[in-house]
């Protein structure tokens, strides 16, 4: 069973506010994701990291940022929320590095956020 | 360019009958991987199975099987005598080396699965 964590599981907040979704796995390993989900659809990957200090950006532009000054830790913030960010985001982590397209991502329980 | 495809949106059955979710995929790579996730209400990915590119061997674990074929680009996935905790969403998943610079799973859009009683 994998050890990641997600918090809050849900966030209802208003639009222009700063939020952070918090995402943290003790299982040591050096990469970590984050998708974004809307309601009935696929997953798609707004950021990913490859060790401390590493971000990039994924197949699908976010207004988000992330980073990584841990290599537990890997928080995703909106700098002001809006009403179009109203979706499931989903933090996952993986073992290996760069180019290493084989390992299995284990992902967390999920953050539902509702931007009014 | 990678893609998945299930083309499933929603599969009824009534509990104890086999069904089987489709998965076709698309890369231009030699090496890649396949997934299944299973994702139910409560919102969170859980992993079922990976399989490499170079292994057809079909794979069977308790009620779940799966079906690799390369000849079609299908990964697909059985569920034998189904049962009600079965139900959720669940997704068909590839990564592959060209998958457009990012490391990151290409997902398809999942099969809604419901399991009456």
């Known amino acids: 069973e994998a050890d990641i964590y997600q918090t809050p599981r849900y966030l209802v907040i208003g639009t222009g506010k700063k939020i952070t979704l918090e995402c943290s796995q003790t299982?040591?390993?050096?990469?970590m994701y984050w998708y974004q989900q809307d309601p009935g659809m696929e997953l798609h990957l707004i950021h990913y990291?490859?060790?401390?200090?590493?971000?990039e950006k994924g197949d699908l532009s976010s207004e988000s940022t992330v980073s990584r000054i841990r290599t537990e830790h890997f928080p995703l913030t909106l700098e002001s929320a809006r009403p179009s960010h109203t979706s499931q985001y989903l933090c996952?982590?993986?073992?290996?590095?760069?180019?290493?397209?084989?390992?299995?991502?284990?992902f967390g329980p999920g953050t539902r956020l509702l931007v009014l | 360019a990678q893609k998945v495809t299930q083309a499933q949106t929603e599969i009824s059955v009534v509990e104890k009958e086999d069904v089987t979710l489709d998965c076709v995929y698309e890369?231009?790579?030699?090496?890649?991987?396949l997934f299944w996730y299973k994702q139910p209400p409560s919102g969170e990915l859980v992993f079922l199975i990976r399989?490499?590119?170079?292994?057809?061997q079909n794979e069977i674990s308790g009620r779940y099987s799966w079906n690799f074929q390369k000849s079609t680009s299908s990964f697909n996935f059985t569920i034998t005598a189904s049962q009600v905790v079965d139900s959720a969403v669940y997704f068909c998943?590839?990564?592959?080396?060209?998958?457009?610079?990012?490391?990151?799973?290409?997902f398809g859009k999942g099969t809604h699965l419901i399991i009456q009683p």
């Open positions: 998943a590839l990564s592959a080396h060209s998958g457009g610079g990012a490391d990151g799973l290409t």
């Open positions: 996952a982590s993986s073992f290996g590095t760069s180019g290493m397209v084989w390992e299995t991502q284990y």
């Open positions: 890369t231009r790579d030699t090496t890649y991987y």
């Open positions: 990291s490859y060790g401390v200090n590493s971000t």
């Open positions: 399989r490499n590119s170079f292994d057809e």
């Open positions: 299982m040591g390993h050096d990469k």
